[in-house]
């Protein structure tokens, strides 16, 4: 199943504030951790991370810093910061919210005291 | 498990991919960094599952996306980097370089105090910037004291070898003995260092045209020992208007602040006459030279250069109002010569001859003709008819007259830039009628640049003398 390119776009910035929320890490790290949330149903293009980390950093969510990898390459690492998990509690209650409707109208729809779907209104 | 030899073969073409990436705008070596650490992650995650090196290396690199879809989606986060690119000094993170540049902005900033403190020397010996016969020493040897620094950095930067700046350094030498009068206070019986006679007319030719001699020493240190290409030549005179331009803008920011101080300290009473007319201005003119020398070096592949733009603009306007004035002489039958009147054709000779000049420095010599070459034609022409009838004009009454330093100065000026634009418009004339190379015109102007500095060297050394330091 392909996601909508949008949804993907939109989704991105809760959940990578999510996974920075979880503890400092770095671009590779956070798009495994999409991939296992997923189920590997979410795919980012690889390259794409970037400009959004850099975002979110420039907005003041995330702090990025240069270090090194466990074999000594150079490598920035992102955590968050107190207006990322304002930022991060927000979107938290826009997707909730979301969601919640969502469910409503899933329920509705193929609950099994399923209504007749309503007719088309017509303006006679 | 994943060693990290196992990646090395990877090196080379990973050395690439990253290559490709560092040339966009947008995307800074800093984010090409952290790009090929995820990288590389994602090939040690696909080797440990069992790919072979080069194949994780291609799956991860399609996994990355396409270059150009990287490169724009950062340009949309990073727009202001499209225009950051203007910040002084080498862009990019390679340490050395930037190490380098800053090495350099030390230096230039060194030498433009240096300037501005040696400017204030003739102070120390009593000699104030204010008062009436020393205004003109100060102005007379500026140019003395601002170019041998010029000349210093680029000598510096282009490692000039010894024999040639010890040459540049005696030009300098012999033209401060010629600009103070030392030889003929020598000779005859005069104040040291004020040769001239009180409201001498060579003195203020002197200061005109010293700085046009010396800018041809400065070239020589430009070019760092390939004068004689015309190439480099070219890129002097391109050096020339972009400096001409910075300084300009920097004298605006200049004013702004000098104004600015003048009003602050006169609100809570304090008169700054002394700090800003003794100090800030002057020591601020001076120092700005070498800062825009600078900012052109550096500057010169990032932006693009300002005064072909502005003669882009210019050319055609100007063309037109020749244009009208020469209808205008025409139908009013010729024009009733006053006798300074020639100075104003001198200024226009000049003009064009700017004019002419940037826009064939911005012109790809390969390109053919096109519009805006008749244009620049039609510019040619019509300031060399305007300057012939001018010249007719007055050379009928030039010996009844009489010669006086000012008009004999005025005409070889004229004079010379008359014969470069009449060879220039016929050499252009050749280019446009598909007889002659671009490279005719550029080679006759870069040729033409040491008979400026000639002239005024013969203004320089020959007139005050002449007319008696009067």
């Keep these: 199943m392909d996601i909508d390119k949008d949804l993907v776009a939109a989704s991105a910035t809760p959940l990578i504030l999510a996974i920075v929320a979880e503890g400092d890490t770095y671009g590779y790290a956070i798009l495994k951790r999409v991939t296992e949330l997923s189920g590997g149903q979410l795919q980012w293009t690889d390259g794409m991370l970037y400009p959004v980390l850099h975002r979110l950093e420039r907005l003041g969510h995330i702090e990025g810093r240069w270090g090194a990898s466990e074999i000594g390459r150079r490598r920035k690492y992102y955590g968050i910061t107190q207006s990322g998990r304002a930022a991060l509690a927000n979107q938290r209650q826009q997707w909730q919210a979301v969601d919640a409707a969502l469910r409503n109208i899933w329920f509705e729809i193929w609950s099994p005291r399923r209504r007749a779907p309503a007719r088309a209104p017509s303006y006679s | ?470």
């Design chain 2, 1 to 470: 498990m994943t060693q990290p030899d196992t990646i090395n073969p990877l090196d080379a073409p990973i050395g690439q991919w990253r290559e490709y990436l560092r040339r966009r705008r947008t995307i800074q070596s800093g984010d090409v960094d952290e790009l090929e650490d995820h990288l590389r992650g994602h090939i040690a995650a696909l080797v440990g599952a069992g790919l072979a090196a080069d194949e994780a290396f291609l799956v991860a690199i399609k996994r990355m996306g396409a270059q150009d879809a990287i490169a724009n989606e950062f340009a949309r986060e990073h727009s202001d980097r499209l225009w950051k690119q203007l910040i002084v000094g080498p862009e990019g993170a390679e340490a050395k370089r930037d190490a380098a540049g800053r090495r350099e902005a030390f230096v230039v900033f060194g030498l433009a105090a240096a300037a501005a403190l040696a400017f204030k020397v003739p102070a120390l010996f009593g000699i104030g910037m204010y008062e009436d016969p020393e205004v003109m020493f100060h102005l007379r040897n500026v140019s003395l004291i601002v170019f041998p620094i010029l000349t210093g950095y680029f000598v510096w930067k282009r490692g000039v070898d010894r024999r040639l700046w010890v040459w540049l350094a005696a030009s300098f030498g012999v033209a401060a003995v010629f600009a103070n009068g030392m030889l003929i206070c020598v000779i005859s019986e005069c104040r040291p260092l004020f040769p001239f006679a009180a409201g001498a007319s060579t003195e203020p030719l002197l200061i005109l045209h010293l700085p046009i001699a010396l800018w041809l020493i400065v070239g020589i240190a430009y070019a760092g020992g390939r004068w004689n290409d015309t190439a480099v030549r070219m890129n002097f005179i391109r050096f020339s208007g972009e400096l001409f331009i910075y300084y300009v803008l920097m004298a605006l920011g200049g004013g702004l602040v000098t104004a600015l101080t003048a009003g602050m300290f006169q609100a809570i009473g304090v008169s700054p006459e002394t700090l800003l007319a003794e100090w800030l201005v002057p020591c601020g003119a001076v120092g700005a030279v070498l800062v825009g020398a600078w900012l052109v070096e550096a500057k010169q592949s990032v932006i693009e250069n300002m005064a072909p733009v502005l003669t882009r603009l210019f050319t055609p306007v100007f063309t037109a109002t020749l244009i009208v004035f020469l209808g205008t002489m025409a139908w009013r039958g010729g024009i009733d010569i006053e006798r300074e009147v020639l100075i104003v054709f001198d200024a226009l000779l000049g003009l064009v001859l700017a004019l002419f000049l940037y826009s064939i420095s911005a012109r790809d010599p390969a390109a053919t003709s096109g519009p805006f070459d008749f244009v620049l034609v039609a510019l040619l022409v019509s300031a060399l008819l305007a300057d012939t009838v001018a010249l007719a004009a007055i050379s009928g009454r030039i010996s009844e007259f009489g010669f006086t330093p000012n008009r004999l100065a005025v005409l070889g000026f004229n004079l010379v830039l008359l014969v470069n634009l009449a060879w220039s418009a016929w050499l252009y004339v050749e280019f446009v009628r598909g007889r002659r190379t671009f490279a005719a015109v550029e080679r006759w102007q870069t040729g033409y640049l040491p008979v400026y500095a000639a002239w005024a060297t013969v203004v320089v050394v020959v007139f005050p003398p002449l007319f008696g330091f009067a």
